[in-house]
Nanobody, 114 residues
C-alpha cells in the first residue's frame, strides 16, 4: 500500500526558500516516477514537477522552472522539492504523487507572504 508523507512547508517571505520532503513507503521507490503537485486556495491541482525512478530525468512547469529543483534519495526512500525565489503565487498545499497509482499524501502548506 502506497504511503506518502510530505513535510517542510511553512510561512516564508517573498524571495525566500523552502525544501519540501516526501517520505515514501509501501512500494519500490527506486523504480517509481514521482511528482510534486500543488493546490492553491480555490483552485484545482496543478502539476509542478516530475522525476523518474533513477533521478536522471526531470521536468518542470513553466511557472517554477529555474526556481524549483526536484530530487530524490533512493537510499532513504525520500523525494525532495527545493524551492527558491518563492513568490506569493506559489502559496498552496503541496503534495507528492506516486505516478503509477496517482496516490498522494496529506500535503504540506506553503505560504509566501510578507
Amino acid at each position: 500500500q502506497v504511503h506518502l508523507v510530505e513535510s517542510g512547508g511553512g510561512l516564508v517571505q517573498p524571495g525566500g526558500s523552502l525544501r519540501l520532503s516526501c517520505a515514501a513507503s509501501g512500494f519500490t521507490f527506486s523504480s517509481s516516477s514521482m511528482s510534486w503537485v500543488r493546490q492553491a486556495p480555490g483552485k484545482g491541482l496543478e502539476w509542478v514537477s516530475t522525476i523518474n525512478g533513477g533521478g536522471g530525468s526531470t521536468s518542470y512547469a513553466n511557472s517554477v522552472k529555474g526556481r524549483f529543483t526536484i530530487s530524490r534519495d533512493n537510499a532513504k526512500n525520500t523525494l525532495y522539492l527545493q524551492m527558491n525565489t518563492l513568490k506569493p503565487e506559489d502559496t498552496a498545499v503541496y503534495y507528492c504523487r506516486h505516478l503509477a497509482t496517482m496516490s498522494r499524501g496529506q500535503g504540506t502548506q506553503v505560504t509566501v507572504s510578507s
